[in-house]
């Protein structure tokens, strides 16, 4: 009888695990080719400071946050689970570094489930180390 309780609260410990398990598996848009890397280079363009179409001498994107939106938050989602979604991309491009942080909405099927606020960051002060001016202009 102690046997049979205890597999039946394994089995229930394992089966109130799956959906946790299930709610971790956030979109992966970190490559440098994915919706929030493609529109910083975008945004660069489109203010002047950069001539170049991808292509820049490197690309690190870095997901911050990603957390599922509420279906009242997400109603263009089409049934699709959405997560909202912050990014830090920074771009090398020659002398130039471009630090921005960008936040979208994303399913599991697709990055650009919502356009991208890009934040460009003038100034990064990391925790440790000294503060670097990026190459925007502070104004």
Same mark, same amino acid.
């Given at each position: 009888m102690r046997a049979l309780v205890c597999l039946?609260?394994?089995l229930w410990m394992a089966g109130s695990q799956a959906p946790l398990a299930a709610e971790r598996q956030h979109p992966d848009c970190t490559?440098?080719?994915?919706?929030?890397?493609?529109?910083?280079?975008?945004?660069l363009r489109e203010l002047g400071?950069?001539?170049?179409a991808g292509g820049y001498d490197t690309v690190e994107v870095e997901l911050l946050? %990603?957390?599922?939106?509420?279906?009242?938050l997400s109603p263009n989602g089409g049934g699709r689970e959405l997560f =909202?979604?912050?990014?830090?991309?920074t771009i090398r491009d020659g002398e130039n570094t471009f630090v921005a942080i960008t936040v979208h909405d994303a399913s599991r099927q697709e990055c650009s489930e %919502?356009?991208?606020?890009?934040?460009f960051v003038s100034?990064?002060?990391p925790a440790?180390?000294?503060? =670097?001016r990026g190459a925007l202009p502070l104004e």
């Open positions: 039946i609260c394994l490559g440098h080719d994915r919706w929030p890397a493609s529109s910083v280079g975008t945004r400071l950069s001539d170049k946050a %990603s957390e599922p939106l509420s279906p009242e =909202r979604q912050v990014h830090k991309v %919502s356009g991208a606020d890009v934040f100034i990064e002060c440790r180390g000294d503060c =670097r």
